[in-house]
């Protein structure tokens, strides 16, 4: 059974940063493309960024470069770096796999001065 846990979210104010950390009970982790998706208050969630088992990676537009998305397959865990955040990153964020499975409680990022 797959199981995600999301870390790393708070309340940080315009321009700054926060890592996001999310632990993963994947059984072939290393060949698994993860996902870090987002759902801000009234909206849908929203694919942010994703990384292949061999590093690459996909953003969307709204966080290419100000989001790093990263990956430790020994320790089965992925990564989002966040900097020069703004008001609109407020939201949930998730992490999930592909195909995609249950969803965790998430993590929330506050994004306010």
């Known amino acids: 059974q797959v199981q995600l846990l999301e870390s790393g979210g708070g309340l940080v104010q315009p321009g700054g940063s926060l890592k996001l950390s999310c632990a993963a009970s994947?059984?072939?982790?290393?060949?698994?493309?993860m996902v870090w998706y987002r759902q801000a208050p009234g909206k849908q969630r929203e694919l942010v960024a994703s990384?292949?088992?061999?590093?690459?990676?996909y953003y969307t537009d709204s966080v290419k470069g100000r989001f790093t998305i990263s990956r430790d397959n020994a320790n089965k865990q992925a990564y989002l770096q966040m900097n020069s955040l703004k008001p609109e990153d407020t939201a949930v964020y998730f992490c999930?796999?592909?195909?995609?499975?249950?969803w965790g409680q998430g993590t929330l990022v506050t994004v306010s001065s």
């Open positions: 999930n796999r592909v195909p995609l499975g249950p």
């Open positions: 994947i059984s072939m982790f290393s060949t698994t493309t």
């Open positions: 990384i292949a088992g061999g590093g690459s990676a």
